[in-house]
């Protein structure tokens, strides 16, 4: 069973930043894509990145295109969502999770983290 295990979050001023870590189980990521999502109290949960975890090709979400970086370190079996210019709509619990191909949609992914708290202050 997959086991991801997500850190980095905390309470940080609106355009500070933060590096989210979502550590894998095993020898090796056991699935194709790592996911980031967010989900706000009352909110559904949205998708923010994911990186293919091969060749390291990714995606992001328009609202945060330009401000956070998904990568992957592949020897520490560990990937990353660098969040920059953070601002309080940023606010949220982040998950990472893994699923076999690309998606945006939360169903699509197999294993979850137990998510982090990011909070922006003003």
């Known amino acids: 069973q997959v086991q991801l295990v997500e850190s980095g979050g905390g309470l940080v001023q609106a355009g500070g930043s933060l590096r989210l870590s979502c550590a894998v189980s095993g020898r090796t990521f056991s699935r194709n894509v790592m996911g980031w999502f967010r989900q706000a109290p009352g909110k559904e949960r949205e998708f923010v990145a994911y990186?293919?975890?091969?060749?390291?090709?990714?995606l992001y979400t328009d609202s945060v295109k330009g401000r956070f970086i998904i990568s992957r370190d592949t020897a520490k079996n560990t990937g990353y969502l660098q969040m920059n210019s953070l601002k309080p709509e940023d606010t949220a619990v982040y998950y990472c999770?893994?699923?076999?191909?690309?998606?945006?949609?939360?169903?699509?992914?197999?294993?979850w983290g137990q998510g982090t708290q990011v909070t922006v202050s003003s």
């Open positions: 990186i293919r975890w091969r060749d390291g090709v990714a």
């Open positions: 999770a893994a699923a076999d191909f690309f998606s945006r949609i939360v169903s699509e992914y197999d294993y």
